[in-house]
Each structure stands twice: as C-alpha cells, then as structure tokens.
C-alpha cells in the first residue's frame, strides 16, 4: 500500500508560480513512476508529467512543456511540481500518482486556481 498526500496548490495570479508536493509513505520501495494529472471542470483528467525512478526521465504535456518541472526526492519520499508562468488554463485540481509493478495509488487532489 502507498499513500499519497498533495499540498501547495491555492491562488496565483497569471505568470505567477507555485509548487505543488506530494508526500508518500507505506510501500515506497515498489514505485517505479511518479505523475501529476489534473482535472478541470468538465474536462477528463490528464497525464500533466511523468518521472521516472531516479529522475533519470521525464516526460511532459505539451501544454505545459518549458514551464512546469517535475522532480522527485527519494530520501524525502516527495515528488514536486515547479509551477512557473501559470495560465488560467491551468487551473484544475492536481493530482499525485504513484506506479508500482502492480499497482497505481492516487492522492485525494490539491486545487489550482490562476486568475485573469
């Protein structure tokens, strides 16, 4: 089992930043990938960045490529999303994911709002 807690998300205003933090705990040694989805209202929940084991790969939207940084700290069992020059189409709830060989675990979502 992996447990999955997000935080920093809030209020920003356009071209502002945030980072966002997802804290695991449990099972840490069995994850292989860590990813930000988001979900907007009336929208499907989509894949925002992926990062490998290690950091050695990442992977990102095109949508928010030269802008969002994702990265992770194993020591600390936290992975981060560096928010840089926020839209407001950014906004949506983001959420952290976590892949083992047999599982994906999902956090409850922290709300990202960028105001015009």
């Known amino acids: 089992q992996v447990q999955l807690v997000e935080s920093g998300g809030g209020l920003a205003q356009a071209g502002g930043s945030l980072r966002l933090s997802c804290a695991a705990s449990?099972?840490?040694?069995?994850?292989?990938?860590m990813d930000w989805y988001r979900q907007a209202p009336g929208l499907q929940r989509e894949l925002v960045a992926r990062?490998?084991?290690?950091?050695?790969?990442?992977n990102y939207a095109d949508s928010v490529k030269g802008r969002f940084t994702i990265s992770r700290d194993n020591a600390k069992n936290t992975l981060y999303l560096q928010m840089n020059s926020l839209k407001p189409e950014d906004t949506g709830v983001y959420i952290c994911?976590?892949?083992?060989?047999?599982?994906?675990?999902w956090g409850q979502g922290t709300q990202v709002t960028v105001s015009s």
């Open positions: 449990g099972s840490i040694h069995s994850i292989n990938v």
């Open positions: 990062i490998t084991r290690g950091g050695s790969t990442t």
């Open positions: 994911s976590a892949l083992s060989s047999i599982a994906r675990y």
